[in-house]
């Protein structure tokens, strides 16, 4: 097999993972790789680590950019990438030394437009490295080749959120292996607007673009527990996110007719105001919490979503919180 494989690692103040990161893809048992290490104008000394790396090994290309954030900077990689596939690896995580030549194994036999595959935990407090990542039952994924027909049937009536409000089954953009072409065809990038949960919007719409996949059981990806990165903090601008995300949901999928979108949009919009709310955690001074729960049971947008809890197939411990938010009962919901 000598198809050309195009390894993207968006770059941002990792100095201390980099090497560990770089260091299992050169040590990849396929051997055509394009690995794009991609520095994300990270003040550290990354910029330099990569330039070393690309001395030491001819398959390394390093782009330079002004900071743009996580979709910017693995657009920026993909409009480099020349190889006939593409996997992401995020700097702060590692792979399997097989992982590339196996997945490239899979799509060409398959003939498959992506390969989605699983992870484990790596450093989790609490978790013993090496454990498989599990999720919720209802984003369980069955193996084995999808056809256009089993795609529509199995994962289109969740491929936004599912109906008890967890991400689509499909997520992670590192837990899949893509057909570049199928990529380019469908002209699928990542919108740089959306900082956060921005693999959700993408692997929605590679989900719906695509005429086949096949889901691989296979544990090739190390999940890292990094507690400085961008999913242990608060983030101020979440919920004008979560809110600009959803447009894009709209944008993106308000005209199918092939599946019951409008339900799954209503229940997007319950989710992304339960996940931007459960930030308020990270806020330490109590009466700015309260001002920031506030603001959100308050907006216009939360009153319209919550108009939808009927939609939301969830436990009664949730549909309580859903109608704590929707009569905005802050006090109370502080107290949970």
Known sequence: MDAKVSVVVPIYKVEKYLDRCVQSLFNQTYENLEIILVDDGSPDNCP??????AKAD?????????????????????????????????????????TVAE???????????????????????GI???????????????????????????????????PDLYYGPILAAWSSFYSMAFLNKNGIRFDKEIKYSEDSLFS?????????LYAHNGC??????????????FHADLWDVEKLRQSFFVKYFGNRTDFNIDVQLKRMAIFSVLCSISEWHYIKDKSEQRK??????????????MKNIKYAQVPIKKRILLYMIKFKMTTLYMKL
């Open 48 to 53: 330099a680590m990569c330039d070393e790396y």
């Open 58 to 98: 001819s398959r390394v290309t390093v782009v330079h950019k002004p900071n743009g954030g996580l979709p910017d900077a693995r657009n920026a990689g993909m409009d480099v990438a020349t190889g006939d596939y593409l996997l992401f690896v995020d700097s702060d995580d590692w792979i399997e030394p097989q």
């Open 103 to 125: 997945l490239a194994q899979i799509i060409e036999e398959q003939n498959v437009d992506f390969v989605t595959f699983k992870a484990v935990w790596d450093g989790r407090p």
């Open 128 to 162: 013993p490295d090496g454990t498989p990542c599990t999720y919720e039952k209802s984003r369980e994924l069955g193996l084995g080749y999808y056809d256009s027909d089993r795609i529509k049937k199995e994962i289109y009536p969740r491929v936004l959120v599912t």
């Open 204 to 212: 929605a719409r590679v989900t719906c673009a695509a005429k086949s």
């Open 220 to 233: 090739y990806y190390h999940y890292c527990f990094n507690g400085d990165s961008i999913s242990q903090s």
């Open 292 to 305: 920031y729960i506030n603001s959100i049971f308050n907006d216009p947008f939360t009153i319209n979503a």
